[in-house]
Structures are given as C-alpha cells and as structure tokens.
C-alpha cells in the first residue's frame, strides 16, 4: 500500500479501542484497502519494536567493529603461524612443574593490567623442546584477546634484522623501528642467545629493554641459555634490571620433541 492511499484510508477509517497487554487502551483504526481490512495495533509497541530494531543492529555492529579490532591487534601481534595454537587450552600440564607454571602464566594473564603499572614481566629460561615459546605465546595470546592491549612476539634475530634494515633505509628510521617494540603492552622476545650478541645487538637490546623498563612496560624474555649464561648475551645492565622486575621461570625438564619423536 502506498503512503498516499494509506493516508487516504487511515483518514475515512472506523476507530475503536484497542487493549494491549502491555501498554493497556490504545486507538485502533480500521484499515480497509481493497479487498484488505486489518485494525491497526498497539503504537507504543510499535515504537518499541524500532527502538529494538535500532539497538540490536547498534550492539551487531559493536560486536563486528570489536571482532575487527581484535583481529587486527592479533595481527599486530606478529605470530607465526605455527604459534596460532598455542593457548593455554592446547598445553598440556602433567608434571607438577608444568601445572605450577601453567597456573603462574593464567594468572599473570589475568591480572596483566597490574603488571602494567609495574613493569613486572617473566623470565622463561630452560632447555630447548620444553615448551617456553608455547607458554610465553599463549601469555600473549591471553593478554590481548582478555584486555584488548597491543602485543608483539619477536625473536632477538628478528628484532636485530629489522634495526639493521633501517640501515640506509627510506622506508623506516631505526627509531621507528625501536619504538615497534618499545611501543607494545606486552612484548614476547623469544631465542635471546641464538644471535651473535655482537655488541651493536647489546646495546639495541639494552635500548629496547631500558625503554620499556623506565615506561613499567612488562617484557617476557624466552631463552635456551643457562640462567648463569644469560648475561653473556643480553649485557649484564638488562639482566640487572631483568632479575628486579620478572619472575623467574626455569624450565628444567626433557624436551617435548624428543618424547614426540620429532626433530626440529
Ligand atoms: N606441555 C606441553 N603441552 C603441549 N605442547 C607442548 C608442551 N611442551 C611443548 N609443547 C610443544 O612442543 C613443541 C616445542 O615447544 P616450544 O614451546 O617451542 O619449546 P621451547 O620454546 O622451550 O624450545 C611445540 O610445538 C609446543 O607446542
Ligand atoms: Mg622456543
Ligand atoms: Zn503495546
């Protein structure tokens, strides 16, 4: 029924009262068109069916717009790949050690905005194949989809690589690419002591580290090396303030690789 032809029946139509269970009497017309007649309903329930309407597509787009920017912070969050699966749900704790820091990387998930205003960060040294990268990595995962906050994973390689390339570069200036990991609320820096530590590398290191030292930013550093090694590698400055602001982790048993079987 067009507008016009509406109003024109609307204007000759019978009016009754109308109840609604709701909002009680109401005015009720009787809408003949053609060979169609209905009588018109409750309009505060009509008022509220858009208002309804409106909300529901308003909360839909949240929901869309938060899902987008989720993705994109996980994006941000540079995971390989592989490391997509690596959640809390996927690890499996059977040893006493393994549930004890299972449970220790929940709850510094869970209360990640007071390791905020500390700085406090985590320290996960310990033999290859035991699971580091994947506790240190569902931590991150956690982080961000829990509290919405910026993360990023990187390898000390990784990191080194992309402050070298700016070397001469147009396109990003080492600053820049400092502050890629300065910036984050959480950085994961994974395979400190597989690079050279050439003493460039120390220093960018010391610079990340200090940076996000004196902002309280919390840092969780992944290593192969030996807890008495570590300062070898990343200058003893970045162990110093290591040790004051994270809880130690030593991952002391045999590699989950061996027990699997596989060699990587
Ligand atoms: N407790 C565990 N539960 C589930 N998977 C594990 C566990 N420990 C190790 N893994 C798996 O074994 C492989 C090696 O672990 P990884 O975290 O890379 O070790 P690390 O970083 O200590 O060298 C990964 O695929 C990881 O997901
Ligand atoms: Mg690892
Ligand atoms: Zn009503």
Redesign the pocket.
């Known amino acids: 029924m067009s507008s016009n032809s509406l109003a024109k029946a609307l204007m000759n139509a019978e009016v009754s009262v109308g109840q609604c269970e709701k909002h009680g009497e109401y005015k009720s017309c009787h809408i003949v068109y053609g060979t169609t007649d209905s009588w018109s309903g409750c309009p505060t329930c009509a008022e509220e069916k858009v208002a309804s309407d409106r909300m529901a597509e308003f909360e839909a787009n949240q929901r869309e717009a938060a899902r987008a920017r989720m993705e994109r912070m996980i994006g941000y969050a540079c995971l390989p790949p592989r490391f997509a699966d690596?959640t809390f749900d996927?690890?499996?704790?059977?040893s006493e050690q393994?549930r004890n820091y299972l449970a220790k990387c929940q709850a510094y998930a869970a209360d990640f905005p007071d390791h905020l205003k500390t700085g406090e960060g985590l320290l996960m040294l310990?033999?290859?194949?035991?699971?580091?990268?994947?506790?240190a990595v569902a931590t991150l995962n956690d982080v961000i989809t829990r509290h919405q906050t910026q993360g990023l994973y990187t390898t000390a390689a990784r990191m080194f690589r992309r402050i070298k390339d700016t070397y001469g570069s147009r396109e990003e200036t080492e600053t820049q690419a400092i502050d890629a990991y300065t910036k984050p609320a959480l950085l994961v820096l994974d395979e400190i002591g597989v690079s050279f530590g050439s003493d460039a590398e120390l220093n960018y290191l010391f610079d990340v580290m200090n940076e996000r030292y004196e902002q309280c930013l919390p840092t969780i550093v992944?290593s192969?090396v030996q807890p008495g090694e570590l300062g070898q590698w990343m200058g003893d400055r970045v162990v110093d303030r290591l040790r004051e602001s994270s809880k130690m982790m030593v991952?002391g048993w045999e590699s989950?690789?061996k027990s699997?079987g596989r060699n990587?």
């Open positions: 690596k996927t690890y499996r704790a059977e393994q310990g033999n290859p194949g035991t699971g580091k990268t994947h506790l992944v192969n991952f989950a690789r699997l990587e």
